[in-house]
């Protein structure tokens, strides 16, 4: 994909308090450097990819992993240095006044994870959130969390913004990139010191609705999205007119026994096949070999459920939260064939999907607002970060689950990072012991808990482990000067548009 270098001149700027606030920044636009993510076509493909997977890739994502921007030397520099004078827009709903007292710590509604699919072809995850822009369709992030450093710099591709994203959930909808702002250092050379990127986005598609299909067990095995069976209590007399009807046994219309003591062989007269639900230790003592001249058989189901279905569980099935901060509980079954005279009930099941409703869910700003953006500002500044961590520390320990954000509160380092092995020679630093997938998210100043609105002075660009004690105890961004303003403002004057008309 070739890029797209906006010679100078050649954005249009927002009016009214928009381009009020960023006048005075002016800066080459040759800085500038642009991709397009996706169509309009594309971009409904791509948001009906996450969106029908929602139990499959928008759960099975992972955090982009820090191992591909690990640092081994890390050296102190001299102090924040401004090319302009220091600079900002107000947030969305704050246009006119900005005033907030409080110390409650409430999350803003703008964060969520950015969902791409890297060069590997493998789903994963960063954090960013929406910002003010002339059309309420902006977000920012990392630069490394739209391109891909791994693949000679291009685009990743299906990239999406989640806001608010909890358990595979997308409560304002998903909205796809359209165009990507970034430096032109980053996009050609990589630099570090540019490792941000301003994201326009489509009207978001979904919301929370969706819609449950009853379908035939084929239908049921090649969905690759949310599904569900239910098992309805039969007769005997109605299991075998189904099996009957269909030649034999088939998925639809099972036996189980409540007691299993009445083995028999299947060429008993009275024999029937039935499935018992067990815990795993019976489960793996049962014999595997021969009982009673029919050869023993086992089976197994994982199913995926929330975190109040998988407190209240009660049942023998073996409750995990795997690795990815699901929540999933395996179901096993022990194959017999039985006598008449054991209990044996009988039922048939049915077959569920669950799609995603599509629908228009609106812009973005107008949906979860959009937080300010102010650059130049000095070093020892208050901030709150705010991402999705989930990946390990270097040293294995995993604390994060991903599932939720979390937050780290504080003041920025005086003196600026220097990184070689990320050409990085000025980055602003932050103590907080996050992991990968944090990355993105967005540092606010002044930020009000009450309208959990703020101003945007960097997105979390590395994750380092300053003490080399295999835990990552920092993190840095870029710094936001007057050539990051010309780049945001260059994306805050674009218009996305409607993917529902």
């Not at 909808?173 to 970034?182: L, P």
């Not at 030649?247 to 003591?261: I, L, M, Q, V």
């Not at 107008?366 to 390990?392: C, E, S």
């Not at 009450?450 to 710094?479: C, E, F, M, P, Q």
Request: proline share 4%; charged share 25%; aromatic share 12%.
């Amino acid at each position: 994909m070739k890029r797209i270098l906006l010679p100078a001149g050649g954005a249009v700027l927002a009016t009214g308090l928009l381009a009020a606030g960023l006048a005075g920044t002016a800066q080459a636009q040759s800085d500038v450097s642009s991709d397009v993510l996706n169509s309009e076509a594309k971009a409904v493909e791509t948001v009906e990819f996450w969106s029908a997977s929602n139990y499959l890739a928008l759960k099975q994502a992972v955090a982009f992993n820090p191992d591909s921007l690990e640092v081994s030397k890390i050296q102190s520099g001299g102090g924040y240095s401004s090319d302009t004078k220091p600079g900002q827009v107000v947030p969305i709903g704050e246009e006119k006044k900005v005033v907030a007292k409080t110390q409650n710590v409430n999350f803003p509604k703008t964060i969520g994870k950015v969902f791409f699919v890297a060069k590997d072809g493998k789903p994963y995850w960063c954090s960013g959130t929406s910002i003010q822009s002339q059309y309420r369709n902006l977000v920012a992030t990392a630069g490394h969390c739209v391109y891909d450093i791994a693949g000679n710099d291009e685009v990743v591709s299906n990239w999406v913004f989640v806001p608010g994203y909890y358990q595979g959930k997308a409560p304002w909808g998903i909205y796809a990139g359209k165009q990507a702002f970034t430096h032109y250092d980053f996009d050609v050379y990589e630099d570090f010191d540019r490792d941000y990127a301003f994201v326009t986005v489509y009207n978001g598609i979904g919301g929370a609705a969706y819609q449950t299909k009853k379908v035939t067990k084929a239908e049921y095995d090649a969905w690759q999205g949310e599904k569900a069976t239910k098992d309805i209590a039969i007769t005997e007399a109605e299991y075998k007119k189904c099996k009957d009807l269909n030649g034999g046994e088939t998925p639809d219309c099972w036996a189980k026994a409540s007691k299993n003591k009445d083995l028999a062989g299947p060429d008993h007269p009275d024999a029937v096949k039935v499935l018992e639900e067990v815990d795993v230790d019976k489960y793996n003592a049962a014999p595997t070999g021969k009982v009673n001249g029919a050869k023993a058989e086992k089976a197994t189901t994982t199913e995926y459920v929330t975190k109040s279905e998988y407190e209240a569980y009660k049942g023998p099935g073996y409750r995990k939260i795997d690795d990815k901060g699901n929540f999933t509980i395996t179901h096993y079954f022990l194959k017999y064939w039985v006598k008449e005279s054991s209990k044996v009930e009988y039922f048939r099941s049915e077959f569920y999907i669950v799609g995603h409703a599509i629908k228009d869910a609106g812009r973005l700003g107008d949906n979860v607002g959009g937080q300010g953006v102010a650059w130049n500002q000095k070093g020892g500044t208050a901030v709150r970060t705010f991402g999705y961590p989930f990946g390990p520390h270097p040293d294995g320990n995993k604390p994060y689950t991903g599932v939720t954000p979390k937050w780290c509160y504080g003041k920025t380092q005086e003196k600026v990072l220097k990184i070689p092995a990320r050409r990085v020679e000025e980055h602003q630093s932050f103590r907080c012991a996050v992991t990968a997938g944090y990355d993105g998210g967005p540092w606010l100043t002044r930020y009000s808990n009450a309208k959990r609105l703020g101003y945007v002075t960097g997105v979390t660009s590395l994750i380092v482990d300053t003490d080399n004690n295999k835990r990552y105890d920092t993190i840095t961004s870029a710094l936001f000067d007057g050539e990051t303003a010309s780049i945001y403002k260059a994306a805050a004057a674009v218009w996305s548009g409607k993917l529902i008309k």
